[in-house]
């Protein structure tokens, strides 16, 4: 009857924080003498160190790469050519390029900063930049009628941090007029703003971006002694710790954290592991910069924070590699994975060293550390304080080792369509789609084949292995974007936006369609899917989910007459899916597999990849295959349940990392590629298939697999359910209106149910509506009649004749499940 630790979690800290917000900018919460001096003091030590972090052995390598880096851009403006501060980098048409100077600039800045370091204090060197950056600003900076060119999140995010982050780190220094003149030109290309300010109404000023943009604006006015300006700054960023609502959204926005832990950017993209991962980092920086001033609100912002870990990222890291479920066009970069888990760990470090619960989140870094198949190399850290505290940690031998995670776990993060199922030995992640959430990402030539990512695609990774050996970006290079593992895909060749338009968008200003207009993301970039059925429910450590495939926005304007006639959308095959996530396999059912436009459909159970190198095999026996790669020392087993058997081979392919990321290297791969699955010919009848994949599995144990223990009771359009005797677990997904039978249940109407019943007739059962449309599920159970244990408010049971029956008020739950314990009278 009472709210989940988890919701307390994440919604009380954030409502206090909206407080906060609006007594700050009420004027409530006013800046104390010394705020902006200690902001600025507290941002150099954040950046350069402190003499005494930097006096410590393990914190050398980083002061020598800065060192390094800063002499070889001052070598590059030595040899810089006519209209570029460096050379390699000329001015005036690319945006990148004026990114990558500022950045140059502040790392020259930064290494003059640096306690301990050669060239810590060289005036000259400071002067020379100061000197810089006025020629920049006068010449390619300041003229707003010849900027704003290019990605608009270079102009008033990208640039204005590395500028800021300079003039902070030459505060003594730098000239009034030149911190004001640059102060003013930020402000003014704040074009998605308000008057030069955060407009915390538009799509631009969320989530990540807002969380950037406000920082830059806390530190300028520091710099310029503007205490309205800061109390502001600070009040907008506090909006971003707020646990999203769905109902009752503030300023419409949808980016940000959920209750479930859950993370969305670019309104409906699942993104915990790219602008999740940098809201993170900015939220701990903040934290620290606001340190000892009047702004400081420890006590709301670092429970919100530690939330986000513990219900957001914890789930998604395994062994220290970051899954790539939650990545959107960042799953086609080289460097994902286990570096991503390298700058969160810098987040949670430093989040340590303010927490009233910090024991948890120390253990947790080191069982990071102790589990990763990679090394940890604090080198990557921002700030060589943080270096300075990871050594403390790891150096303590009173702190465990300790995963905040349980061993076995299901996490449902329903408003952003994804799962994780945790075992010893595995971690099982789902990506889905729908109405609600993209079904992939494509932008700026990042990610360039996408399509059925979000289409019940899987990833098994395996305990021990080297994770970027299995996926990562090599993983999209060489699996056919149409095979990818889990997918139902129709039989045709699609072409990526460039090959298709020649750029790297739909580009008709006349009808809308610009670089970062509202309609290319959603028709281009990011379209949502038709579909409004995607979801599960979890009870305990197990998990249900459920998907009825859809077509994407683009392909629904296209047919609806709404988009111009030499715009391409493509048409996805149809089928409904349910993964039942158990303890030694998950389970998959699949129905209505066809193609009303006639083609040729290909359902993949499974694709993996494996080293040119590696031994791999594949041994088959009655209803059964196990994949082995022998090198490894892993290996996947499938038993098929029901429907034709599925083809599974391995063949070797090469390709270009290019393939996925237009910018990648055009470096050659060679794996091994394996995929397991069904192709239906054209125009064949809908099919239907059930089959088991059981991760770690021996032949032996294939062999010996007793189907007995585990019975699909319905495979169909209408409904999927299963029943493991052995756990005493009745799963169901119904997916249409009406009375629904699975063993003992009755469900009405679409819904996840997953119950569970003990030797002496007691239920446990757990109920979700995977539509989020549903004021209420109702759920009977024949047989005698079961007395209330325990529910979760919301739940009523009461008696009917041959039976129980539950009725669940999902309305605005948003897909979250509902439990029940129930008694059996004796």
Same mark, same amino acid.
């Not at 008057?195 to 109404?201: R, T």
């Not at 949808?254 to 940098?278: M, N």
């Not at 729908?434 to 899987?458: D, K, T």
């Not at 579909?531 to 998990?543: C, I, Q």
């Given at each position: 009857?009472s709210?989940?630790?988890r #919701?307390?979690?994440s919604?009380?800290?954030?409502?206090?924080l909206?407080t906060?917000?609006?007594?700050?900018?009420a004027?409530?919460?006013?800046a104390?003498?010394?705020?902006?001096?200690r902001?600025i003091?507290?941002?150099?030590a954040?950046?350069?160190?402190?003499p005494?972090s930097?006096?410590?052995p393990?914190?050398?390598?980083?002061?020598?790469?800065?060192?390094?880096?800063?002499?070889t851009w001052?070598?590059?403006l030595?040899?810089?050519?006519?209209?570029?501060?460096?050379?390699?980098?000329?001015?005036g048409?690319?945006?990148?390029?004026?990114?990558?100077?500022?950045?140059?600039?502040?790392?020259?800045?930064?290494?003059?900063?640096?306690?301990?370091?050669?060239?810590n204090?060289?005036a000259?060197?400071?002067d020379r930049v100061?000197?810089?950056?006025r020629w920049?600003h006068?010449?390619?900076?300041?003229d707003?009628?010849?900027?704003?060119y290019?990605?608009?999140?270079? /102009?008033e995010?990208?640039?204005?941090t590395d500028?800021?982050?300079?003039?902070?780190?030459?505060?003594?220094?730098?000239?009034?007029d030149?911190?004001?003149?640059?102060v003013?030109?930020?402000?003014?290309?704040?074009r998605n703003?308000?008057n030069g300010?955060?407009?915390l109404?538009?799509?631009f000023?969320?989530g990540?971006?807002?969380?950037?943009?406000t920082?830059?604006?806390?530190?300028?006015?520091?710099?310029l002694g503007?205490?309205?300006?800061?109390?502001?700054?600070?009040a907008?960023?506090?909006?971003?710790?707020?646990?999203?609502?769905?109902?009752?959204?503030?300023?419409?926005?949808?980016?940000?954290?959920y209750?479930?832990?859950?993370?969305?950017?670019?309104?409906s993209?699942?993104?915990?592991?790219?602008y999740?991962k940098?809201?993170?980092?900015?939220?701990?920086?903040?934290?620290?910069?606001?340190?000892?001033?009047?702004?400081?609100?420890t006590?709301?912002?670092v429970p919100?924070?530690?939330? /986000?870990?513990?219900?957001g990222?914890?789930?998604?890291?395994?062994?220290?590699?970051l899954?790539?479920i939650?990545?959107g066009?960042a799953v086609?970069?080289t460097?994902?994975?286990?570096a991503?888990?390298?700058?969160?760990?810098?987040?949670?470090?430093?989040?340590?060293g303010?927490?009233?619960?910090?024991?948890?989140?120390?253990?947790?870094?080191?069982?990071?550390?102790q589990?990763?198949r990679?090394?940890l190399?604090p080198?990557?850290?921002?700030?060589?304080?943080?270096?300075?505290?990871?050594a403390d940690?790891?150096?303590?031998a009173?702190?465990p080792?300790?995963?905040?995670n349980?061993?076995?776990?299901?996490?449902?993060f329903?408003?952003?369509?994804?799962?994780?199922h945790?075992?010893?030995g595995?971690?099982?992640?789902?990506a889905?789609s729908?109405?609600?959430i993209s079904?992939y990402?494509?932008?700026?030539?990042?990610?360039?084949?996408p399509?059925?990512?979000g #289409?019940?695609?899987?990833?098994?990774?395996?305990?021990?292995q080297?994770h970027t050996?299995?996926?990562?970006?090599?993983?999209?290079?060489t699996?056919?974007?149409?095979?990818?593992?889990?997918?139902t895909a129709?039989?045709?060749?699609?072409?990526?936006?460039?090959?298709?338009?020649?750029?790297?968008?739909?580009d008709?200003?006349?009808?809308?369609?610009?670089?970062?207009?509202?309609?290319?993301?959603?028709?281009?970039?990011?379209?949502?899917?038709t579909?409004?059925?995607s979801?599960?429910?979890?009870?305990?450590?197990?998990?249900a989910?459920?998907?009825?495939?859809?077509?994407d926005a683009?392909y629904?304007?296209q047919?609806a007459?709404?988009?111009?006639?030499?715009?391409?959308?493509?048409?996805?095959?149809e089928?409904?899916k349910?993964?039942?996530?158990?303890?030694d396999e998950?389970v998959?059912?699949?129905?209505?597999?066809?193609?009303?436009?006639?083609?040729?459909?290909?359902?993949?159970?499974?694709?993996?990849?494996a080293?040119?190198?590696?031994?791999?095999?594949?041994t088959?026996?009655?209803r059964?295959?196990?994949?082995?790669?022998?090198t490894?020392?892993?290996?996947?087993g499938?038993?098929?349940l #029901?429907?034709?058997?599925?083809?599974g081979?391995?063949?070797?392919v090469?390709?270009?990392?290019?393939?996925v990321?237009?910018?990648n290297?055009?470096?050659?791969?060679?794996k091994?590629?394996?995929?397991?699955?069904?192709t239906?010919?054209?125009?064949?009848?809908?099919?239907?298939?059930?089959?088991?994949i059981?991760p770690?599995a021996?032949a032996? #144990?294939?062999?010996?697999?007793?189907?007995?223990?585990?019975?699909?009771l319905?495979n169909?359009?209408?409904?999927?359910?299963?029943?493991?005797?052995?756990?005493?677990?009745?799963?169901v997904?119904?997916?249409t209106?009406?009375d629904?039978?699975?063993?003992?249940?009755?469900?009405?109407?679409?819904?996840?149910?997953?119950?569970?019943?003990?030797r002496?007739g007691?239920?446990?059962?757990?109920?979700?509506?995977p539509?989020?449309?549903?004021d209420t599920?109702?759920?009977?159970?024949?047989?005698r009649?079961?007395r209330v244990a325990?529910?979760?408010?919301?739940?009523?049971v009461?008696?009917?004749?041959?039976?129980?029956?539950?009725?669940?008020?999902?309305?605005h739950?948003?897909?979250r499940?509902?439990?029940?314990?129930?008694r059996?009278d004796r």
């Amino acid at each position: 009857m009472s709210i989940s630790r988890r #919701a307390l979690l994440s919604t009380v800290p954030a409502a206090a924080l909206l407080t906060v917000a609006g007594q700050i900018r009420a004027g409530k919460a006013q800046a104390a003498p010394g705020d902006q001096d200690r902001l600025i003091a507290n941002t150099v030590a954040m950046l350069a160190g402190t003499p005494e972090s930097n006096a410590r052995p393990e914190v050398a390598d980083k002061l020598a790469a800065i060192e390094s880096t800063a002499r070889t851009w001052l070598q590059a403006l030595d040899t810089a050519g006519a209209g570029e501060l460096f050379k390699g980098l000329p001015l005036g048409t690319s945006d990148t390029n004026l990114k990558s100077t500022s950045q140059h600039l502040y790392e020259i800045a930064l290494a003059t900063r640096v306690p301990g370091g050669a060239l810590n204090g060289d005036a000259a060197i400071q002067d020379r930049v100061l000197q810089k950056l006025r020629w920049l600003h006068e010449n390619y900076y300041g003229d707003q009628s010849k900027g704003y060119y290019g990605n608009w999140f270079n /102009w008033e995010i990208g640039v204005s941090t590395d500028v800021t982050r300079t003039l902070a780190l030459l505060s003594g220094v730098a000239p009034a007029d030149l911190v004001s003149a640059y102060v003013a030109s930020m402000d003014a290309y704040l074009r998605n703003g308000k008057n030069g300010d955060v407009d915390l109404d538009s799509r631009f000023h969320t989530g990540a971006n807002l969380a950037d943009i406000t920082a830059n604006r806390i530190l300028q006015a520091a710099l310029l002694g503007d205490d309205a300006r800061l109390a502001k700054a600070v009040a907008d960023q506090f909006t971003v710790f707020s646990t999203v609502d769905p109902y009752n959204l503030q300023h419409g926005v949808t980016d940000g954290y959920y209750a479930d832990g859950s993370f969305l950017q670019h309104a409906s993209v699942a993104y915990t592991g790219s602008y999740g991962k940098g809201l993170l980092t900015r939220a701990v920086q903040t934290i620290k910069v606001l340190d000892g001033t009047s702004y400081a609100s420890t006590g709301t912002v670092v429970p919100v924070v530690q939330s /986000w870990v513990v219900d957001g990222f914890a789930p998604l890291i395994f062994e220290g590699y970051l899954m790539e479920i939650v990545k959107g066009r960042a799953v086609s970069r080289t460097t994902t994975g286990y570096a991503d888990v390298a700058i969160i760990v810098e987040a949670i470090v430093d989040l340590s060293g303010y927490s009233a619960d910090a024991a948890g989140l120390k253990s947790y870094i080191k069982h990071i550390r102790q589990s990763s198949r990679a090394t940890l190399t604090p080198t990557s850290f921002v700030s060589p304080v943080s270096i300075s505290r990871y050594a403390d940690l790891m150096a303590d031998a009173a702190i465990p080792a300790a995963d905040l995670n349980p061993a076995s776990r299901s996490v449902a993060f329903n408003a952003m369509d994804r799962v994780v199922h945790r075992r010893p030995g595995y971690a099982f992640a789902l990506a889905r789609s729908s109405a609600r959430i993209s079904a992939y990402e494509y932008m700026s030539g990042e990610n360039l084949m996408p399509w059925f990512q979000g #289409a019940g695609a899987h990833y098994l990774y395996l305990a021990g292995q080297d994770h970027t050996q299995a996926f990562g970006v090599d993983y999209y290079t060489t699996v056919s974007p149409y095979r990818l593992a889990g997918i139902t895909a129709p039989e045709e060749v699609r072409r990526t936006v460039p090959e298709l338009y020649g750029t790297l968008w739909y580009d008709k200003p006349e009808l809308g369609f610009t670089s970062s207009s509202e309609s290319q993301n959603t028709y281009v970039y990011f379209p949502v899917c038709t579909n409004e059925y995607s979801g599960g429910a979890v009870l305990g450590a197990y998990g249900a989910a459920g998907l009825v495939l859809g077509d994407d926005a683009a392909y629904a304007a296209q047919q609806a007459g709404q988009l111009p006639a030499d715009f391409v959308a493509y048409r996805n095959a149809e089928a409904t899916k349910s993964w039942f996530l158990l303890d030694d396999e998950i389970v998959v059912l699949a129905a209505g597999v066809r193609d009303d436009a006639g083609r040729a459909v290909t359902t993949t159970f499974d694709s993996r990849i494996a080293s040119a190198s590696d031994v791999v095999t594949l041994t088959e026996g009655d209803r059964w295959l196990r994949y082995a790669n022998e090198t490894q020392q892993n290996a996947v087993g499938y038993r098929f349940l #029901a429907g034709t058997r599925p083809t599974g081979a391995t063949a070797p392919v090469t390709a270009s990392r290019r393939v996925v990321r237009t910018t990648n290297p055009d470096t050659k791969v060679t794996k091994q590629v394996f995929t397991l699955g069904v192709t239906e010919p054209a125009g064949a009848a809908a099919a239907a298939y059930a089959y088991a994949i059981v991760p770690n599995a021996s032949a032996a #144990a294939l062999a010996a697999y007793e189907d007995c223990r585990l019975t699909i009771l319905t495979n169909t359009a209408k409904a999927q359910a299963v029943k493991h005797t052995g756990l005493g677990l009745v799963a169901v997904n119904t997916f249409t209106p009406g009375d629904h039978h699975a063993e003992r249940l009755v469900v009405d109407g679409p819904a996840s149910v997953l119950a569970q019943t003990t030797r002496r007739g007691d239920v446990t059962i757990a109920v979700a509506d995977p539509t989020t449309h549903r004021d209420t599920v109702t759920v009977t159970i024949h047989g005698r009649t079961l007395r209330v244990a325990e529910t979760d408010e919301g739940v009523r049971v009461r008696p009917v004749p041959g039976g129980t029956r539950i009725e669940v008020a999902t309305r605005h739950a948003y897909g979250r499940s509902f439990t029940a314990v129930l008694r059996a009278d004796r």
